[in-house]
């Protein structure tokens, strides 16, 4: 059985369902992915993808409701999106869609939701994750107020990229180049292009800036359990990972800043970067 297919095991038994019938829920599971069921395609062809969410024992397919996604598109060599909303089958049975593309070259496959979602957490649960994620901006706030032992409550967003590549070679420009999320994973050089001995450097935007001292994590898809690899961004918002040689990979980049007036305590961004690499048959 693959990941993808395991991955549907965990649906919606019913359009109007508010519990998954596997894993927890909410914001406890940080990670959102889009995980197509081939990153490398011909021509013409698709693949199906769903949404997921969580890693190892947390896994499954994501709840997100088709009002709360505010832009799902692709993105080629011409920077022109393409509207994918269409495409998209939200809980359906199988999968939460399907992508297609007629020219060859790398493709990012773009969502953004919106942020209505809320999270409330318990103070030693609230620092703990904000510990594991790097939110320096919550942990320097709580502290310089004095707030360590009270409850924190977020705003969030899931905003997330996939790199699909479509034939053999063409152009990859359009994996360099930012798409404009709030929180944005970008790498410098296209995974597909680079020998698979070398180092993947990425930047870090946060709201169109480099984002200095945001924690990266890099994890294995087949094998999701804990990162396979992080690093902090540098002062430039730079950082870099060994070149994975095959398999599906997830990064992801947890950000946030506080609020004021606004009923919560922050407003957070979960942003992620999926690509993979063809299955190699003998």
Not at 44 to 72: A, D, H, I, Y
Not at 181 to 193: D, G, K, Q, R, W
Not at 249 to 258: E, L
Request: charged share 20%; hydrophobic share 40%.
């Amino acid at each position: 059985m693959t990941r993808f297919t395991a991955g549907l095991r965990c649906l919606l038994p019913a359009a109007g369902a508010l519990v998954l019938a596997c894993g927890p829920q909410g914001a406890a599971a940080h990670e959102f992915w889009i995980q197509p069921e081939r990153f490398w395609l011909p021509a013409g062809t698709s693949t199906p993808m769903t949404l997921q969410v969580g890693t190892g024992t947390e896994r499954q397919r994501s709840q997100l409701p088709p009002r709360r996604v505010l832009r799902f598109d692709a993105t080629a060599l011409d920077g022109e999106p393409q509207d994918l909303r269409p495409a998209l089958t939200l809980g359906a049975p199988d999968a939460d869609g399907a992508l297609s593309f007629a020219q060859p070259g790398a493709y990012v496959v773009t969502l953004r939701s919106d942020a209505n979602a809320q999270s409330h957490q318990s103070a030693a649960r609230f620092n703990a994750y904000a510990e594991e994620e790097g939110l320096t901006p919550a942990l320097e706030t709580r502290a310089a107020k004095g707030l360590q032992a009270i409850d924190a409550s977020e705003r969030y967003s899931r905003q997330t990229k996939a790199l699909i590549q479509v034939g053999d070679g063409g152009a990859q420009e359009a994996v360099t180049r930012p798409v404009g999320l709030a929180l944005e994973i970008v790498p410098e050089v296209s995974p597909y292009v680079l020998p698979r001995s070398t180092t993947l450097p990425v930047r870090v935007l946060y709201e169109g800036q480099p984002l200095a001292g945001a924690l990266v994590k890099l994890t294995d898809l087949a094998d999701d359990a804990a990162p396979l690899e992080q690093h902090r961004t540098d002062d430039e918002g730079r950082a870099g990972f060994a070149m994975p040689s095959s398999g599906a990979w997830m990064m992801d980049v947890v950000w946030t800043k506080p609020l004021t007036d606004e009923g919560v305590d922050f407003e957070t961004v979960f942003s992620s970067l999926s690509f993979g690499f063809p299955v190699r048959t003998r």
